[in-house]
Nanobody, 116 residues
Framework: QVQLVESGGGRVQPGGSLRLSCAAS????????MGWYRQAPGQQRELVAL???????NYADSVMGRFTISREYAKNTVFLQMHSLKPEDTAVYYC??????????WGQGTQVTVSS
């Protein structure tokens, strides 16, 4: 059974930092990419950042230069370092893993709240 367990969410003041972690277990396929998505109330889930095998990364324009994604391949773990957080970054953040063939799994989500 594939499980993605996220941690690191919480409440932070504007300008603050958080680091999200996601560990995948029960993986029975070759992971092609791991990433983070987020969903704010009343909005669609959107890509935040992803990293494919080989280290190619893709970021949403809104987080470019503030967020950094990284992977620990041997442990099927992905991280999201977030700096200079803004109130508009408030959302539930979801971890995602995907194979080349389109298998896709999601974590349960972790809440990030940016508020003074």
């Amino acid at each position: 059974q594939v499980q993605l367990v996220e941690s690191g969410g919480g409440r932070v003041q504007p300008g603050g930092s958080l680091r999200l972690s996601c560990a995948a277990s029960g993986i029975f396929f070759s992971i092609y990419k791991m990433g983070w998505y987020r969903q704010a109330p009343g909005q669609q889930r959107e890509l935040v950042a992803l990293e494919t095998n080989g280290g190619r990364t893709n970021y949403a324009d809104s987080v470019m230069g503030r967020f950094t994604i990284s992977r620990e391949y041997a442990k099927n773990t992905v991280f999201l370092q977030m700096h200079s957080l803004k109130p508009e970054d408030t959302a539930v953040y979801y971890c995602n893993v995907e194979s080349r063939g389109g298998l896709r799994y999601w974590g349960q989500g972790t809440q990030v709240t940016v508020s003074s």
